[in-house]
């Protein structure tokens, strides 16, 4: 099983980078496009990402939890992972994929008049999922090189 910790290590950074490079720099790209071309590609990436986000994210979790299994020696920062992970999780359900929901059907005839405040919302939870994540990250970095 020495290849369960890489491949949780492998698995969960591949995920925080994409978050990261959606936080850091889709985003602000997409949203100096001109006119509403910004707001389609928003949508775009919002039923993209949310058909598998769900799978990293779960799929992260479990890696996570089960190299905390494995690494007894390693278990405090693994298993604080796992929380950070969870808290991760419940963060996304409860306040991220609803905004998702509602917007990733929006083009510029049916987005409301303030979708930049909705979009705005939702970067700010995503900045605040991105340090969580990161953070998750690299506890279980420390936890697999202990």
């Not at 930049?116 to 999922?129: C, F, S, T």
Request: no cysteine; glycine share 6%.
């Amino acid at each position: 099983m020495d290849w369960l910790p890489v491949v949780a290590v492998v698995v969960t950074g591949l995920m925080v980078g994409v978050e990261a490079s959606v936080a850091f720099v889709i985003n602000p790209i997409v949203d100096r496009l001109p006119e509403n071309a910004g707001l389609l590609a928003r949508a775009d990436g919002g039923r993209m990402l949310g058909r598998l986000m769900p799978f990293w994210y779960f799929g992260s979790l479990l890696l996570t939890a089960a190299t905390a299994l494995l690494l007894p020696e390693a278990a405090i920062a693994a298993w604080i992972a796992v929380a950070l992970l969870t808290l991760s999780v419940i963060i996304s359900i409860t306040l991220l994929v609803p905004i998702n929901n509602r917007s990733k059907n929006w083009t510029p005839e049916t987005a409301p008049a303030d979708w930049r405040e909705h979009v705005g919302r939702w970067d700010a939870l995503h900045y605040v999922r991105v340090a969580i994540i990161v953070a998750a990250f690299t506890l279980l970095t420390v936890a697999v090189a202990a």
